[in-house]
Each structure stands twice: as C-alpha cells, then as structure tokens.
C-alpha cells in the first residue's frame, strides 16, 4: 500500500510525531498512514462538513453512503469509505473532524501566501482543521500535517 509508505518516509524524515493529520476521501491515504502509525502516534482524519464520509461510516459501524459535496469534492467526495480499509481506519484513527468550505478555502490561502504551495481543496482540509483550532495543540507537540493531491486549477490564492 502506497500510502503506508508515506508513514514511515514521515517518520523517517520528521522523527518522533505527536499526531498526523489527513484528509479523507474513501479512506486509503488515512488507512495507510494509520497502518504504519497503529497506536505509536495519534492519527486524526478531516474531511469537509459536506462529505462526511468517514464520519458517517465510523457513525454506523460499517462504510454506508454519505453525502458528496463541498468545494473539495473532487477528491474528498466519494459516496463511501473503501470497505477493505475501513477496519484499518476504524482501530488506528484516533478521531475524525469536520471542517467548512471556507475553513478549507482559509487554509488554501495560508498554504500560499506563507509558502507559495497551491494546494487543491482537499489537500489543504488537513490544515483547515489546525488553523480552525478543531484540533487542539499542546505547546511543544509534533504535529505532521499531509497536504496532498493534484487536482488544482487556476484559482486566485492571494
């Protein structure tokens, strides 16, 4: 699994980590890096308020349908979490937050004008939600945030 690769390279590259925070779509980034984490760092999923996917899934037990909108759609929208990563998911993922549009669009707009990364919605859900404060941070923590995908366009992030 290619994504679980992208566990050990945070480890590899950052050292010890208090959490990683991933955005969710049908569940394999945030099931691999929860894979190769397990219980030895706190894994936190984020998806958008109007895709709730894992949200919903983790709700009833089992991936069921859930609702497919928002601004990150193109990658964070699909109907259901993938039913063979969802076990997976549902052990080593810590906890799952909820973040707006706009939370999402804010975080695009930090990731370029501090940074000059122009991240798709989806890739900047996971820093949405530590911007948003829905994920509390003690001083001195080591936070890894995943910023990923490639479905930009040409949108105005200054």
Known sequence: MGAGTLGLELEQQAGALDAV?????????????????TDRVSVVGVEPELAPTLTRALQAGEPVDAPAGSIAADSLAPRRVGARVFPIVQRYVNRVV???????????????STMRIAAEPGGAAALAALLSHRIEVRAGSRIAVVVSGGNTSSVNFA
């Open 21 to 37: 925070l991933a955005s969710v779509g049908g569940g394999g980034l945030i099931g691999g890096i929860a894979a190769w984490f």
């Open 98 to 112: 909820l973040v707006t549009d706009q939370e999402i669009v804010q975080a695009q707009q930090a990731l370029w």
